[in-house]
């Protein structure tokens, strides 16, 4: 408590505040601008922190990633279109009750349990990150490298509709991780006597170019006029009555708990989370008809949900180095830009940079509330940018993003390349989540096997009979047959009611 | 004979696509098998990209069986029930323009070492501005002074405070 205490003093000064309260703000306005989303501008915002002191570039990221998640209330609610797949869920019931004229009533909610979600994801990971690195020391090569598979099992499983096209982004991602020189023992691999791909695919605009080209060649297409409603945004209190917040704990404390489990299990993420704890606050309600008609519940389940997702996806990055979704990839570039590995080892050791972490996610977390709940007007205006303005200066800034990662166009040209890639993958529903995570996961599982068959003399055989490995080695197994299972289950019926 | 190689690749386009990507991991699969190693093991350098490729081979092979599937599904349904090859004007256009933004964005940063960050910069964002934007409603002098202010707002911040060396190219700057 007292080392927590000292971490959240040495981010009270007024320069990493400001930069709290800038990136607060940058990504509330990405997260409530549909199409650019908070991911975007941490990568964007990535090359600045190249030359601050780690407190302050992870105070930066970490609320940019923050104002980026709760962003996208905003536009569900107002524009019927989430900022941010993590705010899917609240359009069901956040735009109806706009429509019914409890817009304010509908922003103050969702605020206030983004709030709440916040910090009962940052709790959980305060109290279960300590435990899990404990566990993690005894963890060896082959329990990593198990781990990493069973984390590239549940990505691509739960990315997209077709399991076997998850698979391939998955394959895809794997592929573009082996450019460069091979871990361990350092051979040149794929790089067709390009000096640039010596090194890899850099991962910064590799991340970058992924979605935002997506986006620009998105805004080609033709699409309706947004329309934003013309209704009283005013929020009065926290929008709601006491009797509410009581009604509503509840279901608080369930999708707080379903967001902050989705967000420890790696590749799954806020996109989920929202719409599972709507479902179950529908399936658990005394009134689910009156779901997607505009009531307080939907905008409560599934803000909840998603912002506790980002405490939960900061665990096995903290205690296992293993990234869980895009943020977390590119915050483990971060350490790995300042020196740091981030693992068991590191959390033993770096407990001042640790609770530091924890402390600015808990500051992050209440400027994000504060500025969305003062400063809702500025946010429905950002809602009427010109998207077709705003587009390409967005690309010119990933163009600059990228050029630092190394000071060198190459790096310019990688984020093209991801960016068509991409967008090409994307026209044939092919989903650009598990391309990502097969990207930063695949040299980490290739690291840990390859180091675990160099220890076995060849044998696989460990990685099975050691108990923590081989039991996620079967959990990978199990998962990936109950996925296709469950995927040919679906298209049978699929057929069956076209018939 | 235009219309009918058309209606093939609306049928078949998921089938088609597996089989691009099938075409990409055998190509990889077989560079795999020329990566250069000092000493052979069974899990060298080789190792990982020959699984993968397999692996996404294979993967591949299942899903052009599905589209296949799925498009004489499709081609039955639209023969019975008559349908056309339906493109739509504006999806004809944003077609064009998806490709043209694409070529833009590749000619920008060709251009970007010889002109220099703020004059290509410049470039691209008028002429990628003009794509996105509805004809009839264009404001080009508007768009010209973002493009210039943008540009040069983006190098001299960089420049001076990140110490990005961003190429100045014809500017003396």
């Known amino acids: 408590m007292q080392l927590f205490l000292s971490s959240l003093a040495q981010i009270m000064t007024p320069m990493i505040l400001l930069y709290i309260l800038l990136g607060v703000v940058m990504g509330l306005v990405f997260g409530a601008i549909p199409g650019l989303t908070g991911t975007m501008a941490i990568a964007l915002c990535l090359p600045l922190t190249f030359g601050m002191e780690p407190t302050m570039a992870f105070a930066l990221l970490i609320a940019l990633y923050i104002g980026g998640i709760s962003g996208g209330l905003v536009s569900a609610i107002l524009i019927n279109i989430p900022g941010t797949p993590s705010s899917v869920a609240t359009t069901f019931d956040g735009a109806p009750m706009a ?401 | 004979m235009k219309d009918s190689i058309l209606r093939l690749l609306h049928w078949y386009r998921d089938a088609l696509a597996a089989a691009v990507l099938l075409l990409i991991f055998a190509f990889f699969l077989s560079s795999s098998r020329h990566i250069q190693v000092m000493i052979a093991s069974s899990v060298d350098a080789k190792f990982f990209p020959i699984v993968i490729c397999t692996f996404g081979i294979i993967l591949c092979a299942v899903n052009v069986a599905a589209g296949v599937v799925r498009g004489n599904k499709l081609r039955r349904k639209e023969i019975e029930e008559a349908i056309g090859p339906n493109v739509s004007p504006e999806e004809k256009s944003a077609a064009i323009k998806s490709v043209l933004s694409i070529v833009s964005i590749i000619v920008y940063l060709v251009l970007i070492e010889p002109l220099g960050f703020v004059i290509a910069s410049a470039l691209y964002l008028f002429v990628q501005i003009m794509l996105l934007s509805e004809r009839g409603k264009r404001n080009p002098i508007l768009y010209v002074v973002i493009a210039v202010v943008v540009s040069a707002a983006c190098y001299l911040f960089f420049r001076n405070v990140f110490y990005l060396m961003l190429p100045s190219g014809l500017l003396p700057l």
């Not at chain 1, 279901?251 to 790696?266: C, D, E, K, V």
Request: net charge positive; aromatic share 10%; hydrophobic share 50%.
């Open chain 1, 99 to 499: 429509r019914n004229g409890q817009a304010g009533k509908a922003l103050g909610a969702g605020t206030f349990y983004s709030l709440v979600g916040n910090i009962f994801g940052i709790a959980v990971m305060i109290f279960v990150a300590p435990m899990l690195a404990q566990v993690a020391l005894k963890f060896g090569v082959y329990e990593y490298t198990a781990v990493s598979l069973f984390a590239l099992s549940l990505v691509s499983g739960l990315a997209g509709k077709s399991v076997t096209k998850g698979l391939v982004s998955c394959a895809v991602g794997m592929l573009l991780g082996c450019f460069g020189a091979a871990p361990i023992d350092g051979y040149a691999r794929f790089t067709f006597g390009i000096s640039g791909l010596e090194a890899g695919f850099a991962s910064v605009p590799a991340l970058v170019g992924l979605y935002a080209l997506k986006e620009l060649l998105a805004e080609a297409k033709p699409s309706g006029k947004v329309n934003i409603l013309d209704v009283d945004t005013h929020i009065k209190g926290l929008g709601f009555s006491k009797k509410e917040f009581v009604c509503q704990i509840p279901n608080m404390i369930r999708s707080a708990l379903i967001g902050a489990w989705i967000g420890i299990l790696p590749g799954i993420g806020g996109a989920t989370a929202n719409i599972m704890a709507y479902g179950i606050a529908k399936k658990r309600s005394k009134y689910p008809e009156k779901f997607g008609t505009g009531i307080i519940d939907g905008v409560v389940a599934s803000e909840t949900a998603n912002n506790a997702t980002i405490g939960g996806a900061m665990i096995p990055l903290l205690t296992l180095g293993i990234p869980g979704d895009a943020v977390t990839a590119i915050l483990l570039g971060t350490f790995t830009i300042h020196g740091l590995q981030p693992g068991p080892l590191f959390f033993s050791q770096n407990y001042d940079l640790i609770y530091t972490i924890f402390a600015a996610m808990i500051v992050a977390s209440v400027v994000t509330f504060l500025v969305q709940l003062f400063g809702m007007r500025g946010f429905i205006k950002v809602l009427k940018l010109p998207k077709h303005i705003l587009l390409p200066i967005v690309i010119v800034l990933c163009v600059v993003g990228s050029f630092g990662v190394n000071n060198r166009l190459f790096d310019a040209w990688v984020l093209i390349i991801f960016g068509l890639i991409g967008y090409i993958m994307s026209k044939f529903d092919y989903p650009l989540a598990p391309i990502i995570l097969g990207f930063i996961l695949g040299p980490i599982t290739e690291t840990y096997m390859r180091r675990g068959l160099q220890l076995s003399k060849g044998s696989f055989l460990p990685f099975l009979t050691r108990p923590i490995s081989g039991v996620f080695i079967v959990l990978t197994v199990v998962f990936i047959a109950l996925t296709i299972i469950s995927s040919i289950r679906k298209s049978k019926r699929a057929e069956a009611t076209n018939l």
